[in-house]
């Protein structure tokens, strides 16, 4: 049973619940503006591609008919949306990060409450997710900080997050009554539902489900509800028709070098953590089975195994390091023993939120512009990227673009294809010889013919950027001066 929550002032318990409604706020006028960078563009032509064709979209960024991890059960809904109501896929995107933060917000309210009675609690646990971080900025899929938030809060990340949380707080709830055979067989499913919306994330989740069982020391009976809830989630993951979910355990030697960078400057870039370190470990010596003290102990192991054996892609198991971190510096502002302790405790989180805060206030500027901005903060503020709806009036959907990799991880988002993936496709046989041409077509010293025939083998209909030749007629030019070409096949003269 919880215990009952320490007295406060009613002053104490508003004024994270206030910060906390504010930060809601914020997200909700950066969904309006929904800045792109990143993943956006591959997730917009994911939505793309459903909503052209439910039940046989293809290869979201190639012209290729080959499955992929992104049609996810929640995508296939915002397919499904935009092809029944007509909205355009950025639209769509706005409705999914509204879902997104709300069920990431209500699902902190839920998983806190199951470790605290106090009112506070919850507020303090979101802000501590979104500002205890480190002086260093850091965005990342799958990661809550505010700016990376603000960035991928239409991403299936959110989504997929916001499921883990609610997952968890059924889950402790049900380890702690005596619930029925639906209720586990339900926990199976969302189980299954959360690894084929975001595999990662999914990780992440079973090792916070992972760590309630061990701390709830499950009898027999109990254990054989947690087996059946595994095996039903295993057999929907097997039955999943959009791709072959067990064929990604096969596929992380293409995602190492992306996912090196997750190992670097780990003081800066998550330093004020350990804070809720330091929590965890008082943690500890009230209880050797606390849930968060596990669920980061597990977290730990992933993230370090990962490390030593170079399996880098493992590093996207360390939100499972930062959130019961996070969480147990909020809940230590209300669980402490006596009143002066909890008073000095609140005292150094409320700093250490401010520097977390101040590190990334440049948000602000996807909510307001920058232009809004007072000058300390403009400087915090990274611009988002411009995107490519100028080449839209001319470029159909379905038409092959010759492009490099930085606008061929956007252009597929308005329904054209590139000649290659601007993002690792393991489920693309031909992805690495896709690149290569690519490299080739841009490469100096490739010669007209050369150019030529790497545009014939690919079907490609227009080319962005790079030398002019006989058989390209210059159609546009983009904000930064890239040129659009119409390919019109011709043989060299």
């Not at 397919?79 to 902190?108: C, D, E, M, Q």
């Not at 380890?175 to 299954?192: D, F, H, I, Y």
């Not at 590093?315 to 499972?320: C, H, N, Q, S, T």
Request: glycine share 10%; net charge positive.
């Amino acid at each position: 049973m919880r215990a009952a929550p320490p007295r406060t002032t009613s002053a104490g318990r508003a004024l994270p619940q206030v910060a906390a409604a504010l930060v809601l706020a914020l997200m909700l006028l950066v969904v309006v503006r929904l800045p792109w960078a990143g993943d956006l563009g591959m997730h917009a032509a994911t939505v793309q591609r459903l909503r052209y064709s439910l039940l046989h979209p293809g290869n979201p960024l190639v012209d290729a008919d080959t499955p992929s991890p992104y049609y996810s059960p929640w995508m296939l809904v915002l397919g499904a949306v935009a092809k029944l109501t007509g909205l355009s896929v950025f639209v769509v995107l706005r409705l999914a990060a509204l879902v997104g933060l709300g069920l990431l917000a209500t699902g902190v309210w839920r998983y806190v409450r199951t470790l605290s009675a106090h009112r506070a609690a919850p507020a303090l646990a979101l802000l501590c997710l979104v500002f205890l971080w480190g002086p260093v900025l850091f965005n990342w899929s799958g990661f809550l900080g505010l700016n990376s938030l603000a960035l991928t809060v239409s991403y299936p990340s959110v989504f997929a997050l916001g499921l883990s949380f609610h997952f968890w707080a059924w889950l402790t709830g049900a380890l702690r009554g005596e619930s029925g055979w639906g209720t586990w067989l339900g926990l199976g499913c969302l189980w299954a539902l959360i690894l084929l919306c975001h595999q990662f994330t999914g990780v992440v989740a079973s090792l916070g489900a992972l760590a309630a069982v061990i701390a709830a020391r499950p009898g027999r009976r109990a254990l054989l509800r947690v087996g059946a809830a595994l095996a039903l989630g295993v057999v929907v993951l097997w039955l999943w028709p959009y791709y072959d979910f067990f064929a990604l355990f096969s596929a992380g030697a293409d995602l190492e070098a992306i996912h090196r960078p997750l190992y670097d400057h780990l003081l800066g870039r998550f330093g004020l953590v350990l804070l809720g370190v330091a929590a965890l470990a008082l943690r500890l010596r009230r209880d050797r089975r606390d849930p968060l003290v596990l669920f980061f102990l597990l977290g730990v192991l992933v993230f370090a195994a990962g490390g030593l054996t170079g399996h880098y892609s493992w590093g996207r198991a360390l939100p499972a390091v930062l959130i019961p971190a996070q969480l147990a510096a909020a809940l230590e502002v209300v669980s402490a023993g006596r009143r002066a302790v909890r008073a000095g405790w609140a005292c150094v989180l409320g700093a250490t939120l401010v520097v977390g805060a101040w590190t990334q206030a440049g948000t602000l500027g996807y909510a307001v512009g920058r232009d809004a901005l007072p000058s300390a903060v403009a400087a915090k503020y990274r611009a988002p990227w411009v995107g490519y709806h100028w080449i839209t009036p001319w470029v159909r959907y379905g038409d092959v673009v010759m492009a490099r990799t930085f606008p061929a991880r956007q252009i597929p988002a308005y329904g054209p294809y590139t000649v290659a993936p601007g993002y690792p496709d393991v489920f693309l046989p031909d992805a690495s010889s896709r690149d290569a041409a690519v490299r080739r077509y841009f490469a100096a010293g490739t010669s007209p013919s050369g150019r030529l025939a790497i545009l014939r083998a690919y079907g490609a209909h227009w080319v962005l950027g790079g030398p002019p030749a006989p058989w390209l007629h210059q159609i546009t030019k983009g904000p930064s001066g890239q040129s659009l070409y119409e390919f019109q096949d011709r043989p060299v003269p």
